[in-house]
């Protein structure tokens, strides 16, 4: 790929096919095609095989070492920014709430009723922005019960969970978010200390651990655990809802598609800590590499016709939720909530059309900004 094609992934918007075409033509100069992120160099991985191969090697590409610069001094030390027997046992003890059957338990008990009072806000009105009204709200408002917090305002939500994440372009602001989320924490933590109820507060404090760690945890999965999902159900809303020959297809099977086609995120980055080789490439150490998990769930290798949305396509795992010791622990919440979500909105606001979208965007995150849909009568919950 000439020098003129490169691209710095943090400021192409690369809406709808143009993020894919520069992927497929990624892909097809073989090797290691060239990129920037924030002007530092760098080199994007696109097949399949080369993903799985260099995103399981954690000794070389250990997975937290980005995260140590991008999100632990907003946040904190949490596992997401360790590695090696560190990671896997802070791991192990922060997360079983969000092993299969809790969650199942959440969804049923709590996430769909929370999906029906969202619904609720606007079903009467016969026309709605789906991605400011549902996207953008419900995630949030899912995060904060599943922690065992209030549920706020979502806008506020979603400043303070941006300004966590943003803490390179802007310390001073994700400093604030971090007292904004704190002031709202301590209180409920000091309350489950004393009395444990079945939220992951209280499963952070009886894994034992101390009050900095609970709130450095409570930081991060209220960061990661809202604004990934609700970029997948703007991405999901906008493949599904124009199509109504979708509209009666599984639900599981379209969230699963959607996040193959469009994975909110499109972009991961690893510094290879030692020479190397990716696929047939070497790879000095300290390189940094972009592990494009979009390209890879559309390399036609393994996914054949790989730009077309096909929900009964049984094949290969895809990629969205990473790959390796640092898979995504938050998938079967995150699954679950798209699933909820679709199949509330379907039920709720039967012929549904879609009157006006925009493309997805972003080469590192993606979501879709807007879609305005219209439906003539609405059920109740
Ligand atoms: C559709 C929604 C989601 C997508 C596409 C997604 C995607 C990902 C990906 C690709 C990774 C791997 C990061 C890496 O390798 O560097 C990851 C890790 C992670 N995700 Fe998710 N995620 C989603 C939802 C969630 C939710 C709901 C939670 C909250 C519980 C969550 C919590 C995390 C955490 C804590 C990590 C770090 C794992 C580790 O360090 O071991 N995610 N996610």
């Given at each position: ?12 918007a690369l809406p709808g096919d143009e993020l894919h075409d ?96 969202v619904v609720?806000?606007f079903?009467?009105?016969?026309e709605a922005d789906l991605v400011a009204e549902l996207a953008n709200v419900l995630p ?87 604004t990934t999902t609700s970029d997948a159900m703007s991405n999901l809303l906008r493949l599904v809802l124009p199509d109504p020959a979708l509209h009666?297809v599984?639900v599981p099977l379209l969230v699963a598609e959607s996040l193959r086609l469009e994975p909110p995120v499109a ?27 979009a390209?890879?769930n559309r ?7 790989p730009d077309r949305f096909d929900p ?6 895809v990629?969205s ?13 995150a699954r679950?909530q798209l699933a909820a979500a679709l199949s509330v909105l379907l039920?709720?606001l039967?012929?549904i059309s879609v009157v006006e979208t925009t493309e997805p965007q972003g080469a590192?995150l993606r979501s879709t900004p807007r879609l305005v849909a219209r439906w ?6």
């Amino acid at each position: 790929m000439s020098r003129a094609q490169v691209l710095d992934l943090v400021e192409a918007a690369l809406p709808g096919d143009e993020l894919h075409d520069f992927l497929r033509a990624a892909r097809l100069s073989g090797g290691l095609a060239e990129a920037t992120l924030l002007g530092q160099p760098a080199r994007l991985v696109t097949t399949y095989a080369d993903l799985k191969g260099f995103m399981i090697d954690e000794v070389t590409f250990p997975g937290g070492t980005i995260y140590q610069f991008q999100v632990e001094p907003a946040i904190g030390p949490t596992f997401i920014s360790m590695d090696g027997d560190q990671h896997v046992n802070t791991r192990q003890q922060a997360m079983p709430a969000f092993r299969s059957r809790p969650v199942s338990r959440f969804v049923d008990e709590q996430l769909v009723p929370l999906a029906h009072e969202v619904v609720d806000r606007f079903a009467g009105r016969g026309e709605a922005d789906l991605v400011a009204e549902l996207a953008n709200v419900l995630p949030f408002w899912a995060i904060s019960r599943k922690l065992g917090l209030p549920i706020g305002s979502e806008d506020k939500q979603r400043a303070v969970t941006r300004a966590l994440l943003a803490h390179v372009a802007d310390p001073a602001g994700a400093r604030r978010a971090v007292d904004t989320i704190d002031a709202v924490v301590r209180p409920v933590m000091d309350e489950r200390r004393r009395e444990p109820r079945d939220d992951v507060l209280s499963r952070l404090i009886t894994a034992g651990m101390d009050d900095a760690q609970v709130l450095s945890h409570v930081r991060l999965l209220y960061a990661v655990g809202a604004t990934t999902t609700s970029d997948a159900m703007s991405n999901l809303l906008r493949l599904v809802l124009p199509d109504p020959a979708l509209h009666d297809v599984p639900v599981p099977l379209l969230v699963a598609e959607s996040l193959r086609l469009e994975p909110p995120v499109a972009v991961l980055p690893r510094l290879a800590t030692q020479d190397s080789r990716v696929g047939n490439t070497e790879v000095g150490a300290g390189t940094l590499l972009l592990a494009a998990l979009a390209a890879g769930n559309r390399d036609p290798d393994v996914f054949p016709e790989p730009d077309r949305f096909d929900p009964h396509r049984d094949g290969a795992e895809v990629l969205s939720f990473g790959v390796g010791p640092k898979f995504c622990p938050g998938w079967n919440l995150a699954r679950s909530q798209l699933a909820a979500a679709l199949s509330v909105l379907l039920e709720r606001l039967p012929g549904i059309s879609v009157v006006e979208t925009t493309e997805p965007q972003g080469a590192i995150l993606r979501s879709t900004p807007r879609l305005v849909a219209r439906w003539t009568g609405s059920t109740g919950s």
